[in-house]
């Protein structure tokens, strides 16, 4: 599918400040995690002054465990804690720490490789993320585990949310418990594709556009004033069922993309197993974007998706599109004579 996402409430954000990525190590985190909850809870001790960098410090330290806490061990890449420069200077205080006082070598080696990262970044302008050690070997490992985490969280539950339309719609499924995913955050692999292989359903979904809206509306709320838009194929762009669409949250062009995918799980199932499902698919032509396939599609959309956009098809949105622009550029007229 071409790509150009609600549920719970959105998580936690630094308003007005510019975040940093930053890669926390095995030992900083050791170090820093009881730290930084000791140092919270002195703050909230000494009263209300003290409340706002108490809950500052406990955020950064329920971060690092929440990031740390999936690992089985300390070995491999550390993981990405987004943060603000305030908690980096935080962290940056107990590497220094550690560089002078620990008992162990690694310890103390630990402190001296996180503060070369941290004089690199505050003098050069260098990425934490751009710098060897704390580079992920996988596209997945470089971005900040907020970030995947709510991605993934909103991948598996409109898979879930498909699954009970299609056996309600169409009497029968795939096997989710059975289907090879793969989801990568590489900006060279942007196309998601699915279907079946080797007898199982299988979906390959390329996410990094969402990394990159995520950020966007994690350090702005700008970003989201012409809408995001989800791009179908030109063939049925302008269909005001299964088009393009226009929606105010990211998050549900994110669904909209898992639906376009789990359809042609569907489509390829139907294939191998079609004396299982009811007669709403028979005789249709089951083959790439046809009516076979746009049938799955529609009841996804119609059901889950819809009702949540802005706009449906491509007409549409450019002429909502430049409404919005006219609108935006009337205002700052209104406000410049004022």
């Not at 996988?138 to 993934?152: C, G």
Request: with cysteine; proline share 4%; charged share 30%.
């Amino acid at each position: 599918m071409k790509q150009i996402t609600t549920f719970d409430a959105a998580p936690f954000v630094w308003e007005g400040a510019d975040l940093v990525d930053v890669p926390v190590p095995y030992y900083l985190y050791l170090e820093a995690h009881s730290r930084l909850q000791d140092a919270a809870e002195d703050k909230r001790f000494h009263g209300e002054e003290g409340d706002d960098e108490a809950f500052n410090l406990g955020c950064l330290a329920d971060a690092i465990d929440s990031a740390w806490g999936t690992r089985d061990s300390g070995r491999g890449r550390p993981p990405v804690v987004t943060m603000t420069p305030d908690q980096l200077e935080r962290l940056v205080w107990y590497a220094e720490d550690m560089s002078n006082f620990m008992d162990l070598p690694a310890e103390r080696a630990c402190g001296r490789r996180f503060l070369d990262k941290y004089y690199r970044w505050k003098n050069d302008g260098t990425p934490f993320l751009g710098q060897s050690k704390g580079q992920g070997q996988s596209s997945r490992d470089k971005l900040p585990s907020a970030a995947v985490e709510e991605i993934e969280r909103i991948v598996h539950r409109t898979l879930k949310e498909c699954d009970r339309v299609t056996w309600d719609v169409f009497g029968h499924a795939p096997d989710l418990d059975r289907m090879k995913m793969r989801i990568t955050y590489s900006p060279n692999q942007p196309r998601s594709r699915a279907g079946r292989h080797t007898g199982r359903p299988w979906m390959s979904l390329g996410l990094f556009e969402f990394y990159a809206y995520w950020r966007a509306t994690a350090t702005s709320s700008d970003q989201a004033s012409l809408g995001f838009q989800m791009c179908e194929y030109k063939s049925f762009a302008e269909n005001a069922l299964i088009g393009s669409a226009l929606f105010e949250d990211w998050r549900d062009v994110l669904r909209g993309v898992v639906m376009h995918e789990y359809a042609h799980v569907v489509q390829y199932d139907y294939k191998y197993a079609r004396r299982h499902y009811n007669s709403k698919l028979r005789g249709a032509d089951i083959t790439g974007h046809k009516d076979g396939w746009r049938t799955i599609y529609r009841a996804l959309r119609t059901r889950l998706l819809n009702d949540r956009a802005i706009c449906l098809g491509e007409s549409n949105i450019r002429v909502w599109r430049e409404k919005a622009r006219d609108h935006a550029f009337n205002k700052i007229l209104d406000e410049v004579e004022l």
